[in-house]
């Protein structure tokens, strides 16, 4: 980010942005999250800035021991030397605001939770956006660095530093969050600008609607359809891959894109893969793809998965502990909307039976998603008590000396489960079933592996137990 800060008039928000951006980098997720994540900055000068701790503990903890860390990429991005100081206590919400009000159009607030609906809502009249995507709301990590510094740059200064942007990833990895944040910012801090979003698709429809209205005859595009989009100031075309293939909305984009290319107006795209693999599309179009600059986005890694989900639950205030929120971090890493899809499906279970968010709870809710299940803090009789109910053997049998197939199985499969589920000693299992040694139950565990491998029988019953295990754990 700090290349994207040119001004010098910084406003405090965007620095302090900026300076949480690069610390996320630099800290562990759990410090950035604990001391870091809460804080706010005011009172900007040229050398000074306040920073906004929410109680005296974190307040202490970041005067002793982040001081010189944050004062490095403070001065770093605000290109000057500052002094910090450290104050507890929230800013003054009512009075911020209605200065923002008064003085410039509303700013996007930093830390001010997105869950606001702008009170702007005229702003984005006919624009396309939505005010939920915001970068407020928008966690960056190294997956999405790049994209997010030009993204942020482009807001910033739209038709200034990169034209055209062109960002491309796999589904669910926060293209559409991404341009419309761009958008809402520009529409938020520059209500002059006019700002239109659509997709490949919507241009695609209203293309041929506008063809099919047109009084003059076949290939007519009314001038409203033109208007629209060439007096656009900021032109956001998500997916435009959708036009590929498509003669009448290939060529009335390519004009629709020269014309405001020429007149310096700011054009941002996002496509499902590279300018490059455009194959079918015309060349004419795909050289002034490459022509400004393009980013990709990569699936997250854990920590931002868990930063993404944490934001979510402080905006949505809902009750979900940290690890249930590494658990579903650890388990679901496609892609985000399947992140916030196994988040929610975690929030609404638990509202549906009333119990409380566990991992426990989030294993159940999940069971059906996520097919690894997690070593939830279960304990021997459990398992025991679980394995006893399905196979419909006593544990004085399980536990006893008799080799019959009817218990060899499931004393085997008691083997395997305790040990997945609850990581116990091999010699603490084998004590427990009975007094067996440590070679026996690594035998049984590695015959119920095999097993697991090649019958699609033995991986049901090692489902259903697991099932009436965690039904019997809720
Ligand atoms: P795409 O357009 O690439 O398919 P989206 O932008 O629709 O993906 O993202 C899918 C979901 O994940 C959205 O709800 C979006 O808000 C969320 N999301 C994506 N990236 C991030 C991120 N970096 N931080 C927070 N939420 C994100
Ligand atoms: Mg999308």
Known sequence: MPDTVQNKKIEVNALWRAVLAELQLTLSAYTYNTWMANTKARNLTEDALEIICPSDYSKKILEKNCYSLIQQSVNKIGKGEYKLSFVIGEIEKGST????KKSVPPAAPLFEQSTQTFSTKELYKDSGLSGHYTFDNYIMGPNNRLAYSIAWAVA????????????????????????????????????????????GESFTNELIESIQKGKRGKGYVSDQFRKKFRN??????????FIVG?????????HTFNALYMAQKQIVLTSDRPPKDFTDLE??????????????????????RVAILRSKRDRENEAVPNDVIEYIAQKVNTNIRELEGAYLQVVTYSKATGISITTDLAIRALGQTIREEKKA?????????????????????????????????????????????????????????????????????????????????????IANVKQIIYQNTL
């Open 97 to 100: 605001t209605s200065n923002l």
């Open 156 to 199: 910033t200064e739209p038709g200034k530093n990169y034209n055209p942007v062109f960002f491309y990833s796999g589904v669910g990895l926060g293209k559409t969050h991404l341009i419309q944040a761009i958008g809402n910012k520009i529409a938020q801090e520059k209500p002059n600008l006019k700002v239109v979003y659509t997709t």
């Open 232 to 241: 656009a100031d900021v032109l956001l075309v998500d997916d435009i891959q």
């Open 246 to 254: 498509r003669q009448s909305t290939q060529e009335e984009f390519f």
């Open 283 to 304: 060349e004419r179009i795909t050289s002034r793809f490459g022509s400004g600059i393009s980013a990709d986005m990569q699936p997250p890694d854990v920590d931002t």
């Open 377 to 461: 803090p279960i304990n021997l009789n459990q398992v025991l008590k679980a394995v006893c109910n399905y196979y419909s053997v006593t544990g004085k049998e399980l536990k006893g000396k008799r080799r019959t197939k009817d218990l060899v199985i499931p004393r085997q499969v008691a083997m395997y489960l305790i040990k997945e589920l609850t990581d116990t000693p091999y010699m603490t299992i084998g004590e427990f079933l009975g007094g067996r040694d440590h070679s026996t139950i690594i035998h049984g565990i590695k015959k119920v592996e095999e097993e697991l491998e090649e019958l699609p029988k033995t991986r049901q019953d």
